[in-house]
């Protein structure tokens, strides 16, 4: 018996998911430029995107605006790679990434909502499917327009809000939309410093203002995981942000530099955000014309849970990106780098390689773990604009490499693909 056969199936069956891919791409791309739509190209400007706005009425006694939709990220990924003394070939050729049911409006003249509710279970990583039901809330939370209700001499915006939502203020991939970011999946850093534990935000109370060109936040959340709305129980973090406007100062179309820092308390088995005690993030976004570059980093002290995670770490992302065809085909490329000074001081996303290391997979523990002192990874690919706002499609592939006390953790490239639909 041919001992490689496994892995020549696992390979071709990944090879024709992927042509899988490309077919569906170039079949988009002919019914688009076929005669079948309009002949400015602009057919889809047709169709009724505004149908989920239940309530636009600025003047209206109680309620001013209400609009329902969702999202729906259909996404696969392969990944060749060693880890343990192994080579291995993993691959997921169809999921649904995420589906999310979206509700937000104002109320009273002074009251913003919004939630986001996760529609889809993902057992896959573990040998399971994914189960399109209910699953817990994304992000949720009532915001209050105090400039509404009183006068505040010395500033232009100011809110009270509570509820769950993402801590925006610590990496900049993290305060883009996961609809707008152009890479399939965020990176280590942002997982690392701003993680989605089971799949959902962080429950917490916040105020946030501005003046001029500069916004500022600060907020207290509870480390609960709850699927609905966290309790306090546990742990807590205290997150603060400052954003400024430089823009029109450096005369540019966007240029955003911003700091964020946070602060987590937590005793005995109470849960934990994330590995770190404290950390300092600061990040900026600038784009000009048909180019734009993306920079995050952080500086912190991890606590726990064990004294092989403790300590100090680091880390820096950079993602210069340009329209190679205009309004249509984006090109990305994305470098990042972690360090630690314990041996489990940084990790790796838990998509996708993580899961070949699983039981119900390849069956190897540090895989699975994903865990050690130095982490580096370099991502390119493209972004490819079908719908404006409502339909695109990614193409890319990464690099990535992880060790521990010179010890390899695991070294790959993983392929990806993803579409994503905006309702």
């Known amino acids: 018996m041919d001992p490689t056969a496994g892995f020549k199936s696992k390979a071709i069956r990944g090879f024709l998911a ?18 079948l739509v309009a002949s400015d190209g602009d057919w889809w400007k047709g169709i009724p995107w505004d149908s989920g706005v239940l309530v636009d009425d600025a003047e209206g006694r109680w309620v001013q605006s209400l609009q329902v939709g969702g999202y729906a990220h259909f996404q696969s990924a392969f990944v ?20 999310r049911a979206t509700v937000k409006g104002r109320a009273l003249g002074a009251v913003d909502f919004l939630a986001h509710l996760n529609m889809v279970e993902d057992e896959g990583r573990i040998g399971g499917g994914v189960e399109v039901d209910y699953f817990s809330i994304f992000q949720a939370w009532t915001e209050l327009d105090l400039l509404k209700l009183v006068d505040l001499p ?49 429950t917490g109370a916040w105020i946030k203002g501005g003046r001029a060109k500069d916004q500022f936040s600060l907020g207290l959340f509870t480390t609960d995981t709850s ?15 400052w954003r400024h406007d430089f823009s029109e100062c450096w005369g540019m179309d966007e240029a955003t530099v911003a700091l964020g820092a946070a602060w987590q308390d937590v005793e005995g088995r109470e849960e934990r955000y994330s590995v770190w005690e404290w950390v ?26 064990d004294s092989l995670s403790g300590g100090a770490f680091y880390g820096f992302g950079i993602m210069p990106f340009c329209w190679l065809i205009e309004g ?10 972690m360090a630690s000074e314990a041996p489990r001081g940084v990790g790796m996303p838990s998509r996708y390689a993580r899961e070949a290391g699983l039981p119900a997979n390849e069956g190897i523990p540090q895989l699975a773990l994903g865990a050690g002192d130095f982490h580096e990874s370099l991502y390119a690919g493209v972004v490819w604009t079908i719908i404006p706002k409502h339909m695109t499609m990614l193409f890319g592939a990464e690099w990535e490499r992880m060790k521990s006390r010179d010890q390899r953790i695991y070294e ?6 993803s579409t994503r639909l905006i309702f």
């Open 18 to 35: 992927g042509v899988r891919v490309l077919l569906f791409a170039a079949a988009s791309q002919i019914l688009l430029s076929s005669g």
């Open 80 to 99: 060749d790679g060693s880890s343990g003394g192994r080579d291995f070939w993993y691959g997921r050729d169809a999921d649904w990434r995420r589906v």
């Open 154 to 202: 010395g500033v232009e915006s100011m809110s009270v809000a509570y509820g769950k939502r993402k801590l925006i203020e610590l990496n900049e991939e993290v305060d883009t939309s996961i609809n707008a970011i152009l890479t399939v999946e965020r990176s280590a850093l942002a997982n690392q410093v701003a993680p989605f534990r089971a799949g959902t935000g962080i």
């Open 227 to 241: 699927a609905e709305f966290g309790n306090w129980d546990d742990g807590t973090v205290l997150v603060s942000g």
């Open 280 to 305: 300092v993030t600061p990040w900026m976004r600038l784009a000009d014309d048909r180019w734009g570059l993306r920079m995050s980093a952080a500086l912190g002290s991890n606590e726990g849970p």
């Open 328 to 337: 249509q085909l984006q090109g990305v490329l994305r470098y990042e780098i």
């Open 412 to 417: 790959g490239l993983t392929a990806w693909f």
